[in-house]
């Protein structure tokens, strides 16, 4: 079974770009999140989408958005680059939006760099 | 109050030997705490979680220790494995919060053969 699958897998922008980012959850996972993972950092929340609804958002500036579509797969926009925005960026799936067990499953991820 | 705050940075442990990783949190409406375990290049994978209904829980070599009390939970990695080397994150949510988790730091294990 494949598991959740993000593209590209590496990308360089330079400051001021944009980009997107695309996410495939797990099959017949409904809700998925995005994670930013700075380096030697622990995960940071972004979004969540559930139903293609946003049901959760983290600390992070309207540069960012995302959506997710009606066969559940998403994408993360960033607007803008900064070099900070430099990272490893994770998508995450899971069968419902608030399952007591609150496993997510997640992609290898997209490494941005941005110079 | 959002924060996990998690310990050591890095640890090295002898093939064979206790691997502890400790976790503290300040939100007490946390309800969910898993443990993940990352290897370079790929996403977190999790490892085992607790709820706090419980003081332990145990798979395999992996353990769970919670202190509600205390608000802290490690993560206890018995006959510690070169395969085990690897980063661990601590992490914690709560139904309030869509289920977003809040990561720790994260601790660097490295176990020597």
């Known amino acids: 079974d494949a598991g959740v699958t993000q593209s590209p897998t590496h990308l360089i922008k330079t400051r001021g770009q944009h980009v997107t980012l695309r996410c495939s959850p797990i099959?017949?996972?409904?809700?998925v999140s995005w994670y930013q993972q700075v380096l030697g950092q622990g995960p940071q929340f972004i979004f969540q989408?559930?139903?293609?609804?946003?049901?959760g958002r983290g600390n992070f500036p309207d540069r960012f958005s995302a959506r997710q579509f009606p066969n559940y797969s998403s994408e993360l926009n960033v607007n803008a680059l900064l070099l900070g925005d430099s990272a490893l960026y994770l998508c995450?799936?899971?069968?419902?939006?608030?399952?007591?067990?609150?496993?997510?499953?997640f992609g290898e991820g997209s490494r941005l760099t941005v110079l | 109050q959002q924060q996990v705050k998690q310990s050591p940075q890095s640890l090295i442990v002898q093939k064979g030997g206790i691997s502890i990783i400790n976790c503290a949190y300040e939100?007490?409406?946390?309800?969910?705490f898993p443990w993940y375990q990352q290897f370079p290049g790929k996403g977190p994978a999790l490892l085992i979680a607790?709820?706090?209904?419980?003081s332990e829980k145990k798979e395999g070599r992996f353990t769970i220790s919670f202190n509600k009390s205390a608000k802290q939970f490690s993560l206890h990695i018995m006959d510690s494995q070169p395969g085990d080397s690897a980063t661990y994150f601590c992490?914690?949510?709560?139904?309030?919060?869509?289920?977003?988790?809040?990561f720790g730091s994260g601790t660097q294990l490295t176990v020597l053969p």
């Open positions: 992490a914690a949510s709560w139904d309030g919060s869509a289920r977003q988790l809040t």
């Open positions: 607790i709820r706090p209904d419980v």
């Open positions: 995450a799936s899971s069968p419902s939006r608030d399952r007591v067990t609150g496993e997510l499953f």
């Open positions: 989408y559930y139903e293609k609804e946003e049901r």
């Open positions: 939100n007490t409406a946390f309800d969910y």
């Open positions: 099959s017949g996972h409904k809700s």
